[in-house]
């Protein structure tokens, strides 16, 4: 997808991806939601858990404001979304998620202005996700979902670095000359190495991480 300029300058680069590290939220989770709140719950108590869910607000306050500040035209603008299936429907799982999540709600908003919600991940990776946050999740009590998070750590670092390529295979595919993608990612995810060099990565937020850790 290289578009060359035939006279003395350099290559132009004409794929643009803007890139949201982004904090998930219980309603995100889909059937794990219930666990992950009381995981949460035993490990940061009700005062954490709430400053947490205010902290995910100011977020996605920021993303908000931000998308909105920038000039696009959204008719070529694809959006990625960290958990979103490679499938025939994934409209449909944005729209039924939008009740509950503010990152999808988001997604049908970008969406109605015309741009194009793409699958993004591989659905037999990310059964591999939930089955392994589900064995974490229902081992019961902190000190031993703790044992088997420890244990399982080089299999879920293994899954999150086949996830990252996946992820990165599906925008270098499918952001074609011209466009511009939206990237929403979990903030443990690190794709900037594993996209085509003609893709120009854009941070709006000053950086991938640390203006969340302000916040924080």
């Given amino acids: 997808m290289k578009r060359i300029n035939k006279g003395a300058g350099p290559e132009v680069i004409d794929r643009k991806l803007i890139y949201f590290p982004i904090i998930h939220t219980e309603a995100d989770m889909g059937r794990l939601s219930g666990l992950v709140r009381r995981a949460a719950l035993q490990k940061l108590g009700l005062r954490g858990l709430k400053n947490k869910a205010n902290l995910i607000d100011k977020i996605w306050t920021v993303i908000e404001k931000t998308i909105e500040g920038l000039d696009l035209s959204f008719e070529k603008v694809r959006l990625y979304q960290d958990g979103l299936p490679v499938c025939g ?20 908003r970008l969406m109605d202005k015309g741009a194009v919600i793409m699958g993004t991940e591989s659905p037999e990776l990310l059964l591999e996700e939930y089955e392994l946050a589900k064995k974490i999740l229902t ?17 879920s670092d293994s899954l999150l670095k086949r996830r990252d390529q996946s992820i990165a295979d599906r925008i270098n595919a499918t952001l074609c000359p011209g466009e511009t993608g939206i990237l929403f990612l979990g903030m443990l995810h690190s794709l900037g190495h594993l996209l085509d060099e003609q893709i120009k990565v854009i941070y709006p937020i000053t950086g991938p991480f640390n203006r969340w850790d302000r916040m924080a």
């Fill in 139 to 155: 081992a019961g009590g902190n000190l031993k979902s703790m044992k088997i998070e420890a244990h399982q750590k080089p299999v």
């Fill in 89 to 108: 429907h994934a409209s449909g799982i944005v729209a039924d998620l939008a009740a509950e999540s503010r990152n999808h709600r988001l997604l049908m």
